[in-house]
């Protein structure tokens, strides 16, 4: 039964209650008449001596149905009383859960945007490291001097000993800049191994010291800078060293 029915049937269970009272009151005062009225009044003229004998009181015909009457609405208004209270206490339950509910809910999102933010600020960190990494990251040009600068970059991690005037004096000489040369009539191109690159190693001079990290291939300039550099390390101690054929 809803709030509004049980409302409803109060209002009206109410006014009855009062129309009943007022009933009982009447039917009460009217006995109480009765009682205290001797039954021959109506003949007597003259004023009567008041007896001494005491008045009895008796009930009239209908007090005992009154009061059955009564005991039942005041037992219904109790029922009622009882279902409103009910319904206030199920509507009051009710409201309650919806507010819990409602506090979820509203946790759960605050919750998913706090991680979502989390997430972002952790992605933003890690391009903002990635974009200085890179910006540390000299950029080398693809030229004669982007290779013996990238050459010493890579040496110096590897603790091999140069420097730029020792490297650039030994590549003119040797190549003339040139990754793409190749010598093929010295002694070592009539055994089959001629010398190629910019400071002209041969394969298995290449093969053994060459730097990782690099391209395996001795016509790459930084390969061949820094497998040439290795080698006149062990060989002369520095490729600063090298003043003619080594």
Known sequence: ?????????????????????????????????????????DAETEPQAISAAPV?????????????????????HSTAEQLVKAADAAKAKKAHAVKEK???????KAKKAKKAKAKKAAAKRGHQAASRSESRTPAFSNNLDGWIKES??????????GTYDGLHRNIIRESSGNPKAINDWDVNAVNGVPSKGLLQIIKPTFDAYHVGGTPHDQYDPVANITASANYAADKYGSIDNVDSAY
């Open 152 to 161: 010493l970059a890579i040496m110096k991690s590897k603790g091999i000993p």
């Open 56 to 76: 009895v009181f008796t009930s009239a015909a209908g007090a005992p149905q009154a009061k059955t009457i009564q005991s039942s609405l005041i037992e219904q």
């Open 1 to 41: 039964m809803s709030v509004s029915s049980i409302s409803g049937r109060l209002r009206r269970l109410n006014k009855t209650q009062k129309l009943s009272a007022a009933g009982i009151s009447a039917v009460a005062a009217a006995a109480l008449s009765l009682s205290l009225v001797p039954g021959n009044a």
């Open 102 to 108: 409602a506090e979820a809910v509203s946790k759960a």
